[in-house]
């Protein structure tokens, strides 16, 4: 459990920064990039969980790109997940939304995650491609690195001003979070 949420924020932040204008080009980099993406995911699960972020920030959408399976007999595993091109349409990406906590199980449980670059020749990071066990067999995520970018930075402003707590009919407690947009009641 996350107690004290603002340096975690803060390296969200910074994440934020060094991920734009990253380019692509050796191993290192690659890693460095993985890295930065995965702990995104996992920072933001883990404010999310712990209650430290608003209800408008926990509820809000991350815009995407579905990429529909071409195939249901075949699904990629550990041996072809790499050759996402032979699994999934490439040609009809539809666009979409997900919430946020839908996108962060995505990092945190990816089966499939390759980064985009713009092209062979310009190594700039763009993006990336994410898909998890469960959902493999129906779709591959696109998501931009501006997207990410404005989610890193989004939930590393955001700020919980007011609280308040009840406990629902199992017994546990329901939290609700406003910030200094919200309306007060």
């Known amino acids: 459990m996350i107690w004290d949420s603002w340096p975690w924020k803060q390296a969200l932040l910074a994440d934020a920064n060094k991920l734009q204008g990253l380019i692509l080009g050796d191993g290192a980099s690659e890693v460095a990039y993985e890295r930065s993406v995965f702990l995104a995911g996992f920072t933001i699960r883990k404010l999310l969980e712990a209650k430290k972020l608003t209800d408008k920030v926990a509820q809000s959408d991350v815009r995407c790109r579905k990429l529909a399976l071409l195939d249901p007999s075949r699904i990629p595993d550990l041996m072809n997940w790499h050759r996402a091109n032979e699994f999934y ?41 994410v898909t998890t066990d469960y959902d493999r067999g129906k779709f591959l995520y696109q998501y931009d690195l501006n997207e990410l970018v404005r989610v890193m930075r989004l939930v590393g402003n955001d700020e919980v001003l007011r609280s308040e707590s009840e406990r629902g009919e199992n017994g546990d407690w329901i939290v609700h979070n406003f910030g200094a947009v919200d309306k007060e009641e």
């Open 89 to 129: 349409d490439y040609e009809k990406r539809k666009a979409g939304t997900v919430k946020l906590s839908f996108f962060t199980n995505q990092l945190i449980h990816s089966f499939i995650f390759i980064a985009a670059v713009k092209d062979d020749t310009d190594l700039l990071a763009e993006g990336f491609f």
